[in-house]
Every structure is written in C-alpha cells, then in structure tokens.
C-alpha cells in the first residue's frame, strides 16, 4: 500500500521530489501545494506533503446548512467543574438493537458538547500513570502510529454536522466503524464494534464525500485507507492522547474554486517509485490529474494537533481544536494531541472526463475535498499506542512498534 510518512519541515527551499528509499519528508500537510510538494518512497510506501503551515479556516462544516441550538460554550476546565457532571447526550449508548432500528431515534446534540470530565481524568491519569514499552532494535523515530481502514458503505448521511437526519447530507464514504449512520452517537460506536480498520481496538468512524467518475456516474470507492495519528512538532513536550467521542472535521464543504495543477487542494498521483505527482495529463476541465505508469489518484489530508480541553464539538465542529505552531499549542487550545492524518487511495487513474465529489457535482473540482473523523478507541490501546509512539516519537504500525 502507497503510504509513508511525514512531518514538519525546517525553513527552507521546497524538497526534490524524487528521493531514495529511507528518506522522509518532514513536512506539515495540508492540501497539495504544487511548488512545495514532496514525494517520498519509503518502507515500500509514497508520501505527500505540502508547505502549507495551516489549512484555510471555515465556519462552514458542510454543504448543510443548520442552526445550532447553541451558540455559547459549555463546561470548564476549572476545578469547579464537577467529576460526577452528567455525560452530554452524545456519551448515551443507544438501547436499539442497531443504530438504525430504533423506534425514537435520539437526535444528538450540536453546538458545544462538553467533555466528560470524569471519563477524561480517569483517561488521563490511566495515561500518566503508563510507562513506556522497551522499544525493540531497528524501529523508526517517526512519531506516530496508524489505522489502516478499507471502505465500509455509503449513505447520504452525517452524524457531526447533520445528526439524527438521515439523507439530509450529500454523499458520503465511509470507514470504519461499520453501524454508523446518520443516528449514531458516540455510546453507539462502543456498542456496535465491527470495523473495516485494523487494528480492531479503533472503534472510530472517518468519512469522506464519495467520488464519482463523471463520464459513467459511477462511485469510485477507496482501497486504502490509512488513518495516522501523530505528532507534527519537533518534540512531544506534553502529549497527551484522544479523548473519546471527540468529532472533527477538517476541509471545507462549501469551497468551489477550480484545481488546475499546482493548485491546493488536489488529487495527487502515487505509486511505488519516482513519478509525477501532478499527473502526465489533466482531466478537459483542468481539475483532475491523469496518472502515468502505475500511479492512482490519491488524496492527503490533515486534521489539528490542539485541543481545548473543554469540548468533544463545537458549533462549525473546528472552534474546539486548532493547528499548533511554533512546536507549541496556544494558549486557547493547550492540550497537545495526536494529529490525525487521513491518507486515501483510489482505484482510479484519471481520464479526460475527470471526476466529481458529492459535495461539488456541479464544480467539478476537489476544492471540496473534506473529511470527518469521529474518535473512539479502546482507551487502553490509545494511551499506550500515544505513550509509546507518539510521546516516545517512535514509529508504529497497526499493532505497535514497527520493525
């Protein structure tokens, strides 16, 4: 599978494209910046990245328009707050027998959704309390470890930005957690286990707009879907890991701008070995690649690495997490966690009839490219994989250390 990885880069001319096996990029990511992209063929895998310091940040979540029924955060990280606080709705497991075969289906809430501070203490003393596994001879210092996922299904539904309206969203592609539907709620994520990821600890649902071939209308589905979780500074001074149930969402539905090459935002080519990521050829519009030799269209996309330590969502479902800078987080968001990285590859080359997302079939760009994730793990598998991959910063795999 085409993967490698990444991280930030020192100040400096954008890197060659083409580089031997063994050599890492190190480069924040974010949409495809076609004068700083960097192509990297390492451990049998390639790797995009781009000199973007931060994607463009959106008050639009999706194509959906919604009222949230709050607009003022809730819950504080002060010692006032109570351990024993009510979990919000989103941390109520669903009594149904599935996700989708309830009578009253429970319409989870928007806006700011506070955490559960007595699950998250326990979380991270559970966290501190670890110690780091003996790091076995030959692995990396990459700092990260990984989900590799395959498709799951599709439906027209979205339990971030839509929840408890089934069909009210474009298309999406999901990974992962195989019962989510537009109902779901986190509770349903712990309930309802079966996953297209390994390892089968990642109980988490990530989904995409679905891609379709715009000369036959016809899905085009990922076969490969790595999930990254990693640090994207230079040290991991104050790591911590995931909180459960906590939702994000990284892109913008709503954007429509052509991606001629070069631009950001775009499908890449990718294969094992040297090529041209931009492509041999562009799709009649412009706005699609066309691969040569053994390469397919890919897409890379970067979540934030900073959290506010009070919320699982807010109301444009990004004010509660944010992008580190400087190798530090500020001070709005001072919880260092985990950034996610989703990596995709599809089964498709490229043709002059180019492609549409759900989100844009008019546009027919990849302006709208974006992605969900909605975070669940086995909290032990999290803490230890956090303490030992990304806090240690060694390289990790699906099952741990990778040699």
């Not at 993967?3 to 930030?8: C, K, N, R």
């Not at 969900?372 to 990304?390: G, L, P």
């Amino acid at each position: 599978m085409p993967y490698a990885s990444s991280q930030e880069p020192d100040a400096g001319p954008p890197p060659s494209r083409h580089r031997p096996p063994g050599w890492f990029a190190r480069n924040r990511l974010g949409a495809a910046a076609g004068a700083a992209v960097a192509l990297v063929v390492a451990a049998g895998g390639v790797y995009l990245g781009s000199g973007d310091a931060k994607p463009e940040p959106s008050k639009a979540a999706n194509a959906l328009e919604y009222t949230s029924p709050s607009t003022t955060p809730t819950g504080s990280l002060s010692a006032s707050s109570s351990a024993s606080a009510t979990p919000p709705v989103s941390a109520t497991p669903s009594t149904a027998a599935s996700p989708s075969a309830s009578a009253a289906p429970r319409i989870p809430a928007t806006g700011w959704v506070p955490v559960d501070r007595a699950a998250w203490t326990a979380q991270a003393d559970a966290y501190k309390a670890l110690k780091t596994d003996p790091v076995p001879s030959g692995v990396g210092n990459l700092p990260e470890f990984r989900a590799d996922c395959q498709y799951s299904h599709r439906l027209p539904d979205d339990p971030i930005v839509a929840p408890g309206l089934p069909g009210a969203s474009h298309m999406h592609s999901f990974v992962g957690n195989k019962a989510v539907d537009a109902n779901t709620v986190a509770g349903d994520l712990t309930k309802f286990t079966a996953t297209s990821c390994k390892p089968v600890q990642d109980h988490s649902a990530y989904w995409v707009p679905t891609l379709y071939d715009n000369a036959t209308g016809k899905p085009v589905e990922t076969t490969g879907f790595r999930v990254y979780y990693r640090s994207l500074a230079k040290n991991s001074t104050g790591q911590m890991p995931m909180p459960n149930g906590l939702r994000m969402i990284s892109g913008d539905a709503r954007k429509k701008k052509p991606t001629p090459r070069g631009a950001t935002g775009q499908f890449y080519c990718a294969f094992y070995g040297p090529g041209d990521l931009d492509g041999i050829a562009r799709s009649t519009n412009g706005n699609w690649p066309i691969c040569g030799g053994d390469a397919t269209l890919h897409f890379m996309m970067q979540f934030p690495d900073c959290w506010d330590g009070e919320h699982l969502d807010s109301p444009n479902h990004k004010d509660h997490v944010a992008y580190g800078s400087g190798n530090a987080c500020p001070t709005s968001h001072p919880v260092r966690i985990p950034a996610i990285t989703f990596d995709i590859r599809y089964p498709a080359k490229g043709s002059p009839a180019g492609y549409y997302l759900s989100s844009d079939k008019e546009g027919k760009s990849a302006s709208s490219m974006h992605g969900d994730a909605f975070v669940m793990w086995d909290v032990d598998t999290m803490n230890k994989r956090t303490r030992n991959c990304v806090l240690g910063r060694r390289t990790c795999d699906n099952y741990g250390y990778q040699k």
